[in-house]
T-cell receptor
Framework: DTAVSQTPKYLVTQMGNDKSIKCEQNLGHDTMYWYKQDSKKFLKIMFSYNNKELIINETVPNRFSPKSPDKAHLNLHINSLELGDSAVYFC???????????FGPGTRLTVT | GESVGLHLPTLSVQEGDNSIINCAYSNSASDYFIWYKQESGKGPQFIIDIRSNMDKRQGQRVTVLLNKTVKHLSLQIAATQPGDSAVYFCAEVYGGATNKLIFGTGTLLAVQP
């Protein structure tokens, strides 16, 4: 009965590669998010989708492209990975708006 | 473990004591605040929230206090238990039509048995 799930949990890849992280929520929520947590534990929003529409797009390199095939899924594709992309990426969802967000377990991305 | 090399503000308490975690927020227009708990290797988990028209809200063993005058939020945990050991984040909701959560730095709570 996982609420927000992400795959993979760990991702180790080399610089220059392209990779995707998938997120699914079974809560019936309308809004989904991607956050990046750096090595100092700082959590920053990257993107937000409401009913498959992009509503928040923070200052993120355009190598990062979110895609929402339906309101239960929000995937994150990253092109030309760089060392600085190493972080833990969290997906989250909320019923609507920014209130009470439910977070997934995170994907630890390591770029070598 | 994950805390190696991590220089988060840390609060160390004895099991059974009360804990108070403080947070300064940035935007006086923020109207909603949330405390999250993040255990090692997991995603943040909602603990308690408060709206800007309140100055105190209580949950089970937790109390959040809001002082809008000085833009300060605190989380009080009563009778702290080893399972409370985690990083705690305050977050403010900000941004009008495109509300978004802005997270604070985080405080590591270490409970000593």
């Amino acid at each position: 009965d996982t609420a927000v799930s992400q795959t993979p949990k760990y991702l180790v890849t080399q610089m220059g590669n392209d990779k995707s992280i998938k997120c699914e929520q079974n809560l019936g929520h309308d809004t989904m998010y991607w956050y990046k947590q750096d090595s100092k534990k700082f959590l920053k929003i990257m993107f937000s989708y409401n009913n498959k529409e992009l509503i928040i797009n923070e200052t993120v390199p355009n190598r990062f492209s979110p895609k929402s095939p339906d309101k239960a899924h929000l995937n994150l594709h990253i092109n030309s990975l760089e060392l600085g992309d190493s972080a833990v990426y969290f997906c989250a969802s909320s019923l609507q708006g920014a209130e009470e967000q439910y977070f997934g377990p995170g994907t630890r991305l390591t770029v070598t | 473990g994950e805390s190696v090399g991590l220089h988060l503000p840390t609060l160390s308490v004895q099991e059974g004591d009360n804990s108070i975690i403080n947070c300064a927020y940035s935007n006086s227009a923020s109207d909603y605040f949330i405390w999250y708990k993040q255990e090692s290797g997991k995603g943040p988990q909602f603990i308690i929230d408060i709206r800007s028209n309140m100055d105190k809200r209580q949950g089970q063993r937790v109390t959040v206090l809001l002082n809008k005058t000085v833009k300060h939020l605190s989380l009080q945990i009563a009778a702290t238990q080893p399972g409370d050991s985690a990083v705690y984040f305050c977050a403010e909701v900000y941004g009008g039509a495109t509300n978004k959560l802005i997270f604070g730095t985080g405080t590591l709570l270490a409970v000593q048995p």
